[in-house]
């Protein structure tokens, strides 16, 4: 029996253990900065608490369950004839049982009693049993934990709200999701486009507006079906941003359509840096300006 509880106690510390390794693990995955020791613990101290409290239940389940085991054995050793605590070794506690006890403060079965109240419902009568002391520790100590977690997140420097903490993972996210965005050059859109200047570049759009492009503005962005791009009108604004924008979304109801489909976003910001170039050229046979005069704005 006792090789049976020492193991059992064992393999629950370990759960126990492991379970506020796990949160740990899980808490330190998502934390942006290096965590306090003093925020570690006050995270994670309901995890290290209700195991405390699950361990004392424990206890409690295993105690009650030797008590039984001893009144049925001293009364089968009682039917029998049988000295009862010769055979049972009652005389000598261990260490561990006086600490069970001590903490637990449970009225043996044999005794109850004395400690049974004079009420009772339906054949039930109530157990006047103490507070165990483990169960008081803790609930004490839940106090002293609150009182220290209260003042060191709310009235210190030291610890931010709840509030304060939302703000700051808030702020964190808005720089790592721009950072990402400005590495990802496929998720540019008509907000964070720039215009182009490389050659290289320039020469990728080039490829794209004759494939795709002079059928309808000319090889010198002249115009024909659509507009000129050598003049400085624009039907639907002028500047990398609108142009961008235009090109993606297309004008349907003006025949063009819109190439998000079939480009991608760097794509189309190399070809409208590209068709920009051609502003203010005024080729040969330009077609009539069209739209609204474009004064540069900085982008």
């Known amino acids: 029996m006792k090789n049976k509880f020492i193991k059992t106690s064992l393999s629950l510390c370990l759960v126990l253990l492991a379970t506020a390794l796990f949160a740990n693990d899980a808490s330190a995955g998502q934390a942006v900065a290096q965590v306090s020791f003093m925020d570690w613990a006050l995270e994670n101290i309901v995890f290290i608490l209700g195991g405390f409290i699950i361990f004392g239940a424990f206890l409690g389940v295993i105690r009650l369950n030797s008590q039984l085991l001893e009144l049925q054995k001293i009364k089968l050793l009682e039917e029998h004839g049988i000295e009862t605590m010769e055979k049972l070794n ?130 010198a962005g002249e115009g024909g079906v659509g507009p ?40 189309m910001q190399k070809v409208a840096s590209y068709l920009l170039t051609f502003e203010g050229t005024n080729p040969e046979n330009g077609k009539e300006p069209e739209g609204e005069l474009w004064e540069p704005t900085e982008e």
């Not at 990402?180 to 759009?205: C, M």
């Not at 000129?228 to 090109?247: E, Q």
Request: hydrophobic letters at 40%.
């Open 228 to 267: 000129n791009f050598g003049d400085r009108y624009w039907l639907h604004g002028g500047g990398i941003k609108n142009v961008f924008k235009t090109v993606k979304y297309g004008v349907p109801e003006k025949g063009m359509i819109a190439w998000k489909a079939s480009l991608k976003a760097s794509d």
């Open 90 to 219: 009652l005389t000598e506690e261990s260490f561990w049982s006086r600490f069970v006890k001590e903490q637990t403060k449970a009225v043996a079965i044999e005794n109850e009693e004395d400690v049974m109240l004079d009420h009772e419902y339906d054949g039930i009568r109530e157990l006047d049993n103490i507070l165990p002391p483990w169960w008081v520790s803790l609930f004490n100590i839940t106090i002293v934990i609150g009182v220290i977690y209260f003042a060191y997140y709310h009235m210190t420097d030291y610890g931010q709200s709840s509030a304060e903490e939302w703000e700051t993972e808030m702020a964190e996210a808005k720089v790592a999701v721009k950072a990402y965005i400005d590495s990802q050059p496929d998720a540019i859109d008509e907000n964070s486009v720039v215009l182009l200047e490389d050659p290289a570049d320039l020469a990728a759009g080039k490829k794209i507006y004759t494939t795709n492009c002079t059928v309808c503005h000319g090889a």
